[in-house]
């Protein structure tokens, strides 16, 4: 059962969400920039930003304690909003309370920069990353639009034959976009996504390329060999099927996937500052510290 937080946080989403369903791509971006800078503002005095001159990314460091591990966070927005703010906005929470070295990419967006830009945006952060830690101290964080490109990355990062992170998380990870799956329930359910608005910006992502290539749909892959995955949904988001198939599929495939779905809550409940997400952060943590202490 919901929590009387999560329940009235609800009631506001769902009266703002027409109102937020009318802003064109630039007022979204603007409006998601915002929301990382008031993130940035709760998480002075614990969390450093530091610009990374080589990629365009932006490191984020606990104030209070040296650390040994990162985090590659790929950050949520459809594909076409969320920019440097908004990813140093989660990717410092994760920071701070992580308490980790966390590598926010800005990766190019669409419909300007179509895939594989953003993919290849996060092999070269990916890259990068190697090059200063070990692998078995890395870890992939991703949030809906982020969470599926984390397991795209995965899918690369195999294919060329480079070191694994230690594992993955992610957050309502957005890995079919054809949106088959979607079923008419889970749109009337999501009180944040619109199956309409997800199936025009997969197009815009996807430009040229089918939206069951397994770079771009990463359900649609080859899953063997992958890290050890933890998985975060609420039952009442347009994406609930997404979790729970691509959590199958690693299982079946041999891997390690833990699935946790939070009843009654909606796309990326873990952002929002509610009791349910308090208990996903610790949750996160525990993983996040069994597959990089060793």
């Known amino acids: 059962m919901a929590s009387i937080a999560s329940s009235l946080v609800r009631g506001q989403i769902t009266l703002l969400n027409p109102l937020l369903q009318l802003l064109d791509t630039e007022k979204t971006r603007k409006l998601q920039e915002a929301l990382g800078r008031l993130h940035q503002r709760v998480l002075k005095n614990k969390v450093s930003f530091i610009d ?4 365009s990314a932006s490191w984020a460091k606990p104030d209070d304690s040296i650390s040994d ?11 076409i909003a969320g920019g440097e703010d908004y990813s140093k906005g989660f990717g410092g929470i ?10 926010c990419l800005n990766y190019r967006l669409a419909p300007e920069n179509p895939f594989p830009a953003a ?5 070269e952060a990916y890259k990068y990353a190697l090059k200063i830690f070990p692998s078995p101290k890395i870890a992939v964080i991703g949030e809906s639009a982020g969470g599926g490109l984390s397991f795209s990355l995965l899918l690369k990062i195999k294919e060329l034959g480079l070191a694994m992170p230690s594992c993955v998380i992610t957050i309502s990870p957005w890995c079919d976009l054809t949106m088959e799956y979607a079923t008419e329930n889970d749109c009337k359910k ?12 997969a197009k815009l992502y996807a430009g040229d390329t089918e939206l069951d290539n397994p770079f ?14 933890l ?16 959590h199958d599929k690693l299982t079946q495939h041999g891997n390690k996937s833990k699935l946790h779905v939070e009843e009654d809550l909606w796309h990326v409940y873990v952002l929002y500052g509610l009791p349910e997400s308090r208990r996903a952060i610790d949750k996160m943590h525990e993983f996040f510290l069994e597959h990089t202490s060793g």
Do not use: Q, W
């Not at 999501?190 to 910006?201: I, K, M, N």
């Not at 998985?231 to 691509?246: A, P």
């Open 52 to 55: 990374v001159p080589k990629i």
């Open 231 to 246: 998985i975060f949904v609420g039952t009442d988001e347009v994406l609930v099927h997404d979790s729970i198939r691509m």
């Open 69 to 79: 591990t990162c985090i590659l966070y790929l950050h949520g927005g459809s594909y």
């Open 94 to 103: 994760l920071a701070s309370e992580l308490v980790s070295n966390v590598l």
């Open 119 to 123: 993919l290849k945006d996060a092999l």
């Open 216 to 229: 771009v749909s990463p359900l649609y892959g080859d899953l063997s060999s992958m890290p050890d995955s």
């Open 190 to 201: 999501d009180p944040v996504l619109s199956c309409e608005g997800l199936l025009y910006s």
